[in-house]
Protein backbone atom coordinates (compact mmCIF):
# COMPACT_ATOMS: atom_id res chain seq x y z
CA UNK A 1 0.00 0.00 0.00
CA UNK A 2 0.97 3.64 0.13
CA UNK A 3 3.62 4.70 2.37
CA UNK A 4 4.59 8.45 3.17
CA UNK A 5 7.91 8.97 5.15
CA UNK A 6 8.42 12.00 6.81
CA UNK A 7 11.67 13.73 8.06
CA UNK A 8 12.89 14.55 10.72
CA UNK A 9 10.52 13.29 13.60
CA UNK A 10 11.75 15.44 15.63
CA UNK A 11 13.15 19.99 14.82
CA UNK A 12 14.50 21.85 17.57
CA UNK A 13 14.81 25.18 16.48
CA UNK A 14 15.84 28.38 17.74
CA UNK A 15 13.47 31.15 17.77
CA UNK A 16 14.02 33.34 14.58
CA UNK A 17 15.90 30.70 12.44
CA UNK A 18 13.92 28.37 9.77
CA UNK A 19 13.58 25.24 9.55
CA UNK A 20 11.96 22.13 6.73
CA UNK A 21 10.12 19.05 6.88
CA UNK A 22 9.96 16.44 3.98
CA UNK A 23 7.80 14.10 2.73
CA UNK A 24 8.04 11.73 0.57
CA UNK A 25 5.67 9.02 -0.87
CA UNK A 26 5.93 5.27 -2.48
CA UNK A 27 3.87 5.69 -5.15
CA UNK A 28 2.38 9.14 -6.84
CA UNK A 29 -0.16 11.39 -5.21
CA UNK A 30 -2.93 12.73 -6.41
CA UNK A 31 -2.73 15.49 -3.49
CA UNK A 32 -0.73 15.94 -0.74
CA UNK A 33 -2.03 17.94 2.46
CA UNK A 34 -0.44 19.26 5.92
CA UNK A 35 -2.09 19.37 8.92
CA UNK A 36 -0.99 20.74 12.53
CA UNK A 37 -0.86 19.18 15.65
CA UNK A 38 -0.60 21.11 18.56
CA UNK A 39 0.33 19.21 22.11
CA UNK A 40 -2.89 17.55 23.70
CA UNK A 41 -5.22 19.01 20.32
CA UNK A 42 -6.23 17.45 16.87
CA UNK A 43 -4.77 18.04 13.41
CA UNK A 44 -5.79 20.85 11.50
CA UNK A 45 -5.86 21.39 7.89
CA UNK A 46 -3.00 23.99 6.63
CA UNK A 47 -3.06 23.16 2.86
CA UNK A 48 -3.74 21.34 0.10
CA UNK A 49 -1.04 20.86 -3.17
CA UNK A 50 -2.46 19.65 -6.38
CA UNK A 51 -0.66 20.29 -9.06
CA UNK A 52 3.42 19.20 -10.38
CA UNK A 53 5.70 21.49 -9.13
CA UNK A 54 3.37 23.66 -7.35
CA UNK A 55 4.36 26.28 -4.38
CA UNK A 56 1.85 28.01 -1.97
CA UNK A 57 2.31 30.60 0.71
CA UNK A 58 1.39 31.08 4.12
CA UNK A 59 2.77 33.75 5.79
CA UNK A 60 5.83 32.36 6.51
CA UNK A 61 5.26 28.75 5.99
CA UNK A 62 6.36 27.42 2.33
CA UNK A 63 4.90 24.30 0.97
CA UNK A 64 6.66 23.05 -2.29
CA UNK A 65 5.21 19.57 -4.21
CA UNK A 66 7.22 18.00 -6.17
CA UNK A 67 7.64 17.58 -9.99
CA UNK A 68 6.73 13.73 -9.96
CA UNK A 69 4.01 14.37 -7.18
CA UNK A 70 6.21 12.11 -4.72
CA UNK A 71 7.50 14.58 -2.40
CA UNK A 72 6.84 17.36 -0.69
CA UNK A 73 8.40 20.22 1.69
CA UNK A 74 7.44 22.72 4.42
CA UNK A 75 9.90 25.55 4.71
CA UNK A 76 9.08 27.85 8.04
CA UNK A 77 10.79 31.52 8.75
CA UNK A 78 11.27 33.32 10.97
CA UNK A 79 10.10 30.72 13.48
CA UNK A 80 8.12 31.49 16.42
CA UNK A 81 6.85 30.08 19.76
CA UNK A 82 3.43 29.44 18.31
CA UNK A 83 5.27 27.32 15.49
CA UNK A 84 5.54 24.17 18.09
CA UNK A 85 3.35 21.34 17.52
CA UNK A 86 3.59 18.67 14.83
CA UNK A 87 3.37 18.82 11.43
CA UNK A 88 2.27 16.18 9.40
CA UNK A 89 1.99 15.12 5.66
CA UNK A 90 -0.66 12.99 4.10
CA UNK A 91 -0.64 11.81 0.26
CA UNK A 92 -3.63 10.70 -1.01
CA UNK A 93 -4.65 8.89 -4.48
CA UNK A 94 -7.82 9.23 -5.98
CA UNK A 95 -9.96 7.62 -2.80
CA UNK A 96 -10.08 10.23 0.00
CA UNK A 97 -8.18 8.58 2.00
CA UNK A 98 -5.28 10.30 3.77
CA UNK A 99 -2.10 8.30 4.33
CA UNK A 100 0.01 10.39 7.36
CA UNK A 101 3.44 10.21 7.78
CA UNK A 102 5.10 9.97 11.06
CA UNK A 103 5.09 13.83 12.02
CA UNK A 104 7.82 16.24 12.57
CA UNK A 105 7.32 17.64 16.19
CA UNK A 106 8.66 20.98 16.62
CA UNK A 107 9.66 22.68 20.00
CA UNK A 108 11.00 26.54 19.63
CA UNK A 109 13.95 27.96 22.02
CA UNK A 110 13.73 31.46 22.49
CA UNK B 1 -14.57 26.10 8.95
CA UNK B 2 -16.36 23.57 9.25
CA UNK B 3 -16.56 21.64 13.11
CA UNK B 4 -16.32 18.02 13.99
CA UNK B 5 -17.59 16.88 17.64
CA UNK B 6 -16.36 13.66 19.09
CA UNK B 7 -18.12 12.25 22.54
CA UNK B 8 -16.96 11.66 24.61
CA UNK B 9 -13.73 13.18 25.10
CA UNK B 10 -12.48 10.71 27.36
CA UNK B 11 -13.43 7.13 28.80
CA UNK B 12 -12.26 4.68 31.22
CA UNK B 13 -13.77 1.12 30.77
CA UNK B 14 -13.31 -2.40 32.27
CA UNK B 15 -12.08 -5.28 30.15
CA UNK B 16 -14.65 -6.79 28.33
CA UNK B 17 -16.84 -4.35 28.11
CA UNK B 18 -17.82 -2.48 25.14
CA UNK B 19 -17.68 1.61 24.31
CA UNK B 20 -19.03 3.83 22.07
CA UNK B 21 -18.01 6.42 20.64
CA UNK B 22 -19.52 9.56 18.44
CA UNK B 23 -18.15 11.58 15.91
CA UNK B 24 -20.56 14.44 15.04
CA UNK B 25 -20.33 17.02 11.42
CA UNK B 26 -21.72 20.22 13.54
CA UNK B 27 -21.87 22.69 10.35
CA UNK B 28 -21.68 20.93 6.98
CA UNK B 29 -23.19 17.18 6.07
CA UNK B 30 -20.53 14.53 5.82
CA UNK B 31 -20.76 11.80 3.27
CA UNK B 32 -17.54 10.24 4.47
CA UNK B 33 -16.33 10.03 7.63
CA UNK B 34 -12.76 8.50 8.68
CA UNK B 35 -11.66 6.65 12.02
CA UNK B 36 -8.18 6.77 12.94
CA UNK B 37 -6.21 5.71 15.62
CA UNK B 38 -3.28 7.91 17.43
CA UNK B 39 -0.28 6.26 20.10
CA UNK B 40 1.53 8.44 22.19
CA UNK B 41 3.84 10.63 19.93
CA UNK B 42 3.37 8.82 17.00
CA UNK B 43 0.76 9.30 13.90
CA UNK B 44 -2.60 8.93 12.78
CA UNK B 45 -3.25 5.21 11.30
CA UNK B 46 -6.35 5.09 9.35
CA UNK B 47 -8.70 2.48 10.89
CA UNK B 48 -11.33 2.71 8.41
CA UNK B 49 -13.81 5.08 6.08
CA UNK B 50 -17.41 5.01 6.41
CA UNK B 51 -19.68 6.54 3.69
CA UNK B 52 -23.32 7.22 4.78
CA UNK B 53 -25.83 4.66 4.34
CA UNK B 54 -23.48 1.74 3.67
CA UNK B 55 -21.31 -0.08 4.95
CA UNK B 56 -17.43 1.38 6.49
CA UNK B 57 -14.23 -0.29 4.51
CA UNK B 58 -11.34 -0.96 6.92
CA UNK B 59 -7.93 -1.22 6.34
CA UNK B 60 -6.03 -4.34 6.61
CA UNK B 61 -5.41 -5.31 9.77
CA UNK B 62 -8.12 -3.81 11.69
CA UNK B 63 -11.06 -5.77 13.06
CA UNK B 64 -14.27 -5.11 12.09
CA UNK B 65 -15.88 -7.12 14.60
CA UNK B 66 -14.44 -5.64 16.84
CA UNK B 67 -14.29 -2.33 15.87
CA UNK B 68 -17.67 -1.60 14.67
CA UNK B 69 -18.35 1.62 12.88
CA UNK B 70 -21.93 2.89 11.71
CA UNK B 71 -22.77 5.90 9.58
CA UNK B 72 -26.68 6.44 9.82
CA UNK B 73 -26.68 9.83 8.56
CA UNK B 74 -25.15 12.71 7.08
CA UNK B 75 -24.11 14.23 10.97
CA UNK B 76 -23.08 11.21 12.43
CA UNK B 77 -21.02 8.28 12.66
CA UNK B 78 -20.45 5.90 15.77
CA UNK B 79 -16.68 3.62 16.41
CA UNK B 80 -18.17 1.21 18.89
CA UNK B 81 -15.22 -0.92 20.45
CA UNK B 82 -16.87 -4.17 21.48
CA UNK B 83 -15.23 -6.43 24.33
CA UNK B 84 -12.54 -3.91 25.09
CA UNK B 85 -8.90 -5.13 26.13
CA UNK B 86 -6.09 -3.11 27.46
CA UNK B 87 -4.45 -3.17 23.92
CA UNK B 88 -6.99 -1.54 22.57
CA UNK B 89 -6.28 1.47 24.92
CA UNK B 90 -5.67 4.47 22.32
CA UNK B 91 -6.39 7.92 20.98
CA UNK B 92 -9.25 7.42 18.60
CA UNK B 93 -9.92 10.02 16.49
CA UNK B 94 -12.76 10.57 13.52
CA UNK B 95 -12.49 13.06 10.72
CA UNK B 96 -15.15 13.97 8.25
CA UNK B 97 -15.07 15.59 4.54
CA UNK B 98 -18.05 16.87 2.57
CA UNK B 99 -18.45 17.25 -1.01
CA UNK B 100 -18.02 20.46 -1.30
CA UNK B 101 -14.05 20.72 0.49
CA UNK B 102 -11.15 18.03 0.09
CA UNK B 103 -9.69 18.42 3.22
CA UNK B 104 -10.74 16.36 6.18
CA UNK B 105 -11.59 18.19 9.56
CA UNK B 106 -10.77 16.33 12.59
CA UNK B 107 -12.87 15.88 15.88
CA UNK B 108 -11.18 16.55 19.17
CA UNK B 109 -10.44 12.88 19.44
CA UNK B 110 -11.42 10.74 22.40
CA UNK B 111 -8.96 8.78 24.60
CA UNK B 112 -9.59 5.34 25.94
CA UNK B 113 -8.28 3.64 28.56
CA UNK B 114 -9.51 0.12 29.17
CA UNK B 115 -8.45 -1.39 32.99
Known amino acids: GQQVMQIPQYQHVQEGEDFTTYCNSSTTLSNIQWYKQRPGGHPVFLIQ?????EVKKQKRLTFQFGEAKKNSSLHITATQTTDVGTYFCAGSSNDYKLSFGAGTTVTVRA | GAVVSQHPSWVICKSGTSVKIECRSL??????MFWYRQFPKQSLMLMATSNEGSKATYEQGVEKDKFLINHASLTLSTLTVTSAHPEDSSFYIC???????????FGPGTRLTVT
Open chain 2, 95 to 105: SARGTDFYEQY
Open chain 2, 27 to 32: DFQATT
Open chain 1, 49 to 53: LVKSG
